[in-house]
């Protein structure tokens, strides 16, 4: 399927939504399963199917737009680079700030941090993955020295003997992922899931903890404390392998089974029934997802499955271990490649002198003039048009109106800027707010390079011609760059930009500088880290790391840290004005904020406006019944929605899906200290029956 032997063409490339990033062909506007990528091997949800109609979509926007009106090319980068050098003029360099996505190709992710740092020169840079794993991501830096989110390949949870599911519904999200769950029960394994709602993944769960949402950290002292009383603790493993057990068995001691059943609502004969089962098991994984991370508390609710992965010896195991479910389609790419506020690309930290110098050389710039770190995701929306915060914004790949928590405040802020300029290929609800909107081109329009949840590297294929009009985000950012006075440090070819991001990447965490397209081609993929091999030639080219706990963690001394946490409520715990547990979480047919499959027709059939699933007990309570329009609070704010009443969900809970405007006006913007991820996944809220409308 290769036009004149040029690896990045041709029908074979990846699916433009989720961290699986299941393989397809993409031909004459028809879609079919690839079979040599093990995430989906032939497999694809409805979202996949449906993909190539984002191509054709009558709504795709492909003149850039000024103040609402079409204008040219010339124009829109003209006054785009006018404003910026203006604003940043009056304001200094941190005016204007760069807001990224976790769908962006490596070559994009890392393209922006670098716009932003050498052209802008702006410490303001950070992106929606933020919002997405950070917490996990933060929580196994400090264990294992390393984030990457399965640190194994997926087939591997077909090999174990029980897996241990925190906070993930991959039957909606991904759902060529149970293929794997399943292969792992057809050999006699066991599924746990943890989740307040009995979600299709917990149907097909032997046990299901539905444990109060804020609680999970709770739970996993509980599960450890069971472990260690009942002699499951690894103890050989944990004196080879790691450091700080000792403290961890002692912090969990006082969270003996009753009190944790108090505070989560799980039986204890449940959480021994899952220790059971992880104890016993020769292989063993525990996985968690958003519904664990996403909270303000998440790094420490991660840290808590770490140590109970630890404690049974998991990781670095070969069929065994710990692993985050990544999310978004590049989530795990997009956040090793500096379009974080605090990070390089390598996964190299911005205040590291040896890292500035290094990243500073490849760029061709003094590491002095290299900014400092700043703010995160939601910190940097909620600064801006404020007297201290950016005056303007430039937005590749996201749509906070919908998906930032507290989204009113952010919409508030949005609008008081002196220039938003959104680059997308529809007319996103943010979009629709901009002062320049900048249409791009999308997946199977251009080639690039995405990390898959397994660190996998894969290449996606330019499979159709963009429509006249539209450009690629990596020409975008060079003829802005060429307009303030550096547009040879940005090259609109992707692969002359990946090849770029070899050398920045050398040397650091997530080391990219073996990987190159021919052989991400040729395998089906490459596991990082991949580091090139030039100073030993005879030794071959390194063959990628599938399982890098193996041998040693990625910490100094080889050994993961254990490190004690302690459980605390969430951070707006019901009360009488608001007594129910607000939660939220995707939908099979749609993907994050739905800016791209609400526009296919037939998703939008299968799931059409935003739902609110209630509890039957509380539906009669509220007298509301099932297809009645509900109003929903929080300290936030208000949405309407249609009412679900089934017995799925526990009666002091709420849920509301994510992919329209709504849930996001009442989610909790409280920060996770060390990750900085919202709370969105817990908040206090009211539910009312709307009347008379
Ligand atoms: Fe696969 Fe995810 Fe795409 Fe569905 S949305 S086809 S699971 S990559």
């Not at 039957?171 to 050999?187: K, Y």
């Not at 709770?218 to 404390?225: K, M, P, Q, S, Y």
């Not at 300290?635 to 809970?653: C, H, K, L, M, Q």
């Amino acid at each position: 399927s290769q036009v004149h032997g040029d690896t990045t063409v041709g029908s074979a490339t990846h699916c433009p939504y989720c961290a699986l990033q299941c393989g397809m062909y993409v031909a004459n506007g028809e879609i079919t399963p690839r079979e040599d990528i093990p995430a989906n091997a032939g497999g694809l949800c409805q979202k996949g199917w449906t993909a190539a109609e984002l191509l054709t979509s009558p709504e795709r926007i492909t003149t850039p737009l000024l103040h609402g009106k079409p204008v040219t090319w010339e124009e829109a980068l003209d006054y785009t680079a006018g404003r910026l050098r203006a604003i940043r003029a009056e304001h200094g360099p941190d005016a204007v700030a760069v807001f990224g996505g976790g769908g962006l190709t490596n070559e994009k992710a890392y393209q922006l941090g670098k716009f932003a740092r050498v052209a802008l020169r702006t410490s303001q840079i950070d992106y929606n993955g933020r919002f997405c794993m950070s917490s996990a991501a933060a929580a196994v830096n400090r264990a294992f020295g390393m984030d990457r989110g399965l640190p194994f390949p997926i087939t591997d949870i077909g090999r174990a003997d029980a897996v241990l599911l925190a906070g993930g519904n991959v039957a909606e999200t991904m759902p060529p992922f149970v293929r794997h769950l399943t292969a792992m029960r057809s050999r006699g394994g066991r599924l746990v899931v943890i989740d307040p709602r009995l979600t299709q993944t917990a149907r097909l769960a032997d046990l299901h903890l539905q444990a109060t949402p804020g609680t999970d950290l709770a739970l996993a002292l509980g599960l450890l404390h069971i472990a260690v009383a009942e002699g499951h603790a690894d103890l050989g493993y944990l004196a080879a392998r790691t450091t700080g057990f000792e403290a961890v068995r002692a912090s969990v001691s006082a969270w003996w089974p009753e009190r944790v059943e108090r505070v989560t609502g799980v039986p204890v004969a449940q959480m021994r029934e899952a220790v059971r089962i992880l104890g016993e098991a020769g292989r063993a994984m525990i996985l968690t997802g958003r519904g664990a991370e996403q909270h303000a508390k998440g790094t420490d609710t991660v840290t808590a499955f770490v140590n109970l992965a630890l404690t049974l010896g998991l990781p670095g195991r070969e069929g065994s271990g710990y692993g985050c479910v990544t999310g978004q389609g590049n989530g795990q790419g997009g956040r090793e490649h500096g379009q974080k506020a605090d990070q390089l690309p390598g996964y190299r930290k911005i205040d590291d002198p040896a890292a500035r110098a290094h990243v500073a050389a490849v760029w061709g710039v003094d590491p002095a003039d290299l900014p400092g770190p700043g703010r995160s995701a939601y910190e940097l929306l909620d600064a801006l048009g404020t007297p201290e915060g950016p005056r303007a914004l430039l937005l590749f790949g996201s749509n906070p109106v919908v998906s930032a928590p507290r989204a009113g405040h952010v919409t508030e802020r949005l609008a008081a800027l002196d220039l938003l300029v959104v680059a997308d290929f529809v007319l996103s609800e943010t979009a629709a707010m901009a002062d320049v909107v900048l249409p791009t081109t999308q997946w199977a329009e251009e080639s690039g390079t995405m990390t898959n949840l397994e660190g996998r590297v894969l290449l996606r294929r330019q499979a159709a011609a963009p429509p006249p009009g539209a450009r690629s985000d990596l020409r975008i950012l060079g003829g802005l760059a060429e307009r303030l006075g550096c547009g040879e440090k940005f090259p609109a070819d992707p692969r002359t930009v990946f090849d770029e991001l070899r050398r920045a990447s050398a040397g650091g965490i997530a080391d990219y500088s073996g990987i190159t397209y021919e052989r991400i081609a040729a395998e089906t993929g490459v596991f990082w880290p991949c580091p090139a091999t030039e100073t030993a030639p005879e030794a071959g080219p390194h063959p990628g790391t599938p399982r890098p706990f193996l041998d040693r963690f990625a910490t100094p001394d080889g050994r993961a840290r254990m490190v004690p946490v302690d459980h605390r409520p969430p951070a707006e715990d019901v009360d009488e004005e608001f007594p129910l547990y607000l939660t939220s979480g995707r939908v099979l047919a749609h993907y994050q904020s739905g800016a791209q499959t609400r526009r296919i027709r037939s998703l939008n059939q299968v799931a059409s406006e935003v739902f609110v699933e209630v509890h039957p007990d509380l539906a009669e309570r509220l007298n509301v019944a099932p297809g009645d329009r509900v109003r929903v609070r929080s300290r936030r704010g208000a949405a309407e929605a249609v009412a679900r009443v089934n017995a799925s969900i526990r009666p002091d809970t709420v849920f509301m899906p994510f992919h329209w405007e709504g849930v996001n006006l009442l989610t909790n913007p409280a920060l996770d200290p060390m990750s900085r991820m919202p709370e969105f996944k817990v908040c206090a809220a009211a539910l009312e029956r709307c009347t008379g409308e």
